[in-house]
């Protein structure tokens, strides 16, 4: 496997979205020329069970199609989760878990019971309230793993979205405008380095 492979294991519950928001990114990045795979750990998938989806994303030809246990970026789209499952398991040294939740870094840190690597928290339910009237964490969790991961450049993932958006919404132009103001609102609270909870989102 290429070194510039990057593997990313999302956790959530059925009917949050993390299978459709691996399946998108992984969509996103083939369009900007990366190698991927988006793939769900299948199970019982009713609504609210735990689920688990991955990526991968590469710059060369990607031969494994194993489930991963070591990735580089662990997403929880709820952190509910964080009681009944360890989420940190395998996630490589230097890598980083990215929560959506609207405690603070510290109280997850006490939550993951010795984790001791980059935590990065988002309001994903504030933000896309904020920016769609209603609670869907994908778009806030999709930028915010383009943000901490690097994976693609801001403005060519934001352009992607759009068209992606702009597909998918072709009738209704403020679901589009409202998840492009989820993704924009997203990456300025991991840029400033904080939770989202610690400002107003909506300022």
């Known amino acids: 496997m290429s070194k510039n492979t990057i593997e990313i294991r999302w956790h959530g519950r059925g009917g949050q979205g993390a299978k459709t928001a691996a399946l998108l990114l992984a969509d996103v990045a083939f369009k900007t020329g990366k190698y991927v795979q988006g793939f769900p750990e299948y199970g019982p998938e009713r609504m609210g069970a735990p689920?688990?989806?991955?990526?991968?994303?590469?710059d060369a030809p990607i031969t494994l199609h194993s489930n991963i246990y070591e990735p580089d970026y662990v997403v929880v789209v709820d952190d509910g989760l964080?009681?009944?499952?360890?989420?940190?398991?395998?996630?490589?040294?230097?890598?980083?878990?990215?929560?959506?939740?609207?405690?603070?870094?510290?109280?997850?840190?006490?939550?993951?019971?010795g984790f001791t690597g980059r935590?990065?928290?988002?309001?994903?339910?504030?933000?896309?309230?904020?920016?769609?009237?209603?609670?869907?964490?994908?778009?806030?969790?999709?930028?915010?793993?383009?943000?901490?991961?690097?994976?693609m450049e801001q403005e060519e993932f934001l352009?992607?979205?759009?068209?992606?958006?702009?597909?998918?919404?072709?009738?209704?132009?403020?679901?589009?405008?409202?998840?492009?103001?989820?993704?924009?609102?997203?990456?300025?609270?991991?840029?400033?380095?904080?939770?989202?909870?610690?400002?107003?989102?909506?300022?």
């Open 51 to 58: 689920i688990t989806a991955y990526n991968r994303i590469s």
């Open 82 to 113: 964080l009681e009944s499952i360890d989420v940190t398991q395998g996630l490589k040294e230097g890598g980083a878990l990215i929560v959506n939740t609207q405690r603070s870094r510290e109280e997850i840190r006490t939550a993951l019971r």
């Open 119 to 151: 935590i990065y928290t988002v309001d994903a339910r504030e933000i896309s309230v904020c920016a769609l009237g209603k609670y869907y964490p994908n778009s806030p969790m999709l930028a915010a793993v383009v943000a901490v991961s690097g994976v």
């Open 159 to 203: 352009q992607e979205m759009r068209d992606s958006y702009a597909h998918k919404f072709a009738k209704k132009p403020e679901v589009i405008e409202g998840n492009m103001k989820a993704l924009e609102m997203t990456f300025a609270a991991i840029e400033e380095g904080q939770a989202a909870r610690e400002r107003s989102a909506c300022a």
